[in-house]
């Protein structure tokens, strides 16, 4: 008999460089236009395996159904592209293919999609990273990785076994260069709303979100 594990949920960290070679990208984003809030911006793209090499697909929009995504579920999203020359940079190369080993998708040829985000949020009203509430994005896995977390408080990550639950399996705080994926099939998910710690400045809270 041939036994075969299942995978769950890992958490690891990542060389401090990375967040440090990625972070300045993101004072670039442009606005997510399909989240009326001023606080939200986002790039995104495509990528899978041959043969081991990792290219980028081209782009396209974004959809998911309305079973899974309750605030923009059946809306086809036209984000803007991810910079090319962050792509093409060591620290964010390394992100991607440590997704892609650790979920197989290396090898077996999945689609992983990528996601830029940026959130901020100010003293005096929250910001919901995760409008949607607790969720599954409808694929097999789903990666954070934390590029950046600045005058924050709340938003956390925070794992649970069912939609319905009262208490999260897991609820902890991201911090600048921990990368925490999940199956996607087996867990919920949700950030918990933030709000700047530091009266008159803007909180900020910078990561990648990558699907398989």
């Known amino acids: 008999m041939r036994f075969e594990n299942k995978f769950l949920l890992e958490a690891f960290q990542v060389p401090s460089e990375v967040s440090t070679g990625v972070s300045p990208y993101f004072d670039l984003l442009p606005p997510d236009k399909y989240i009326n809030s001023g606080h939200r911006f986002r790039t995104y793209a495509r990528f899978q395996s041959e043969d081991k090499e990792i290219i980028r697909l081209p782009h396209s929009k974004f959809i998911q159904s309305a079973d899974i995504n309750r605030v923009l579920g059946g809306v086809e999203r036209d984000f803007s592209e991810m910079s090319r020359e962050m792509i093409e940079t060591e620290e964010f190369q390394h992100l991607l293919k440590s997704f892609m080993e650790r979920t197989g998708a290396i090898d077996d040829h999945s689609v992983v999609d990528v996601h830029q985000i940026r959130v901020t ?61 999940l199956n996607d099939k087996r867990f919920f998910h949700h950030i918990s709303e933030t709000l700047s710690s530091i009266e008159g400045k803007k909180g900020v809270r910078d990561v990648f979100v990558f699907t398989a």
Not at 135 to 163: A, K, L, M, W
């Open 121 to 181: 949020c100010d003293h005096d009203s929250t910001s919901a990273p995760a409008p949607e509430g607790i969720h599954q994005d409808g694929f097999n896995y789903v990666g954070i990785f934390c590029v950046r977390r600045e005058n924050i408080s709340g938003g956390y990550t925070q794992i649970y076994s069912s939609p319905v639950d009262q208490h999260p399996h897991m609820n902890t705080v991201l911090e600048e260069n921990q990368f925490v994926i």
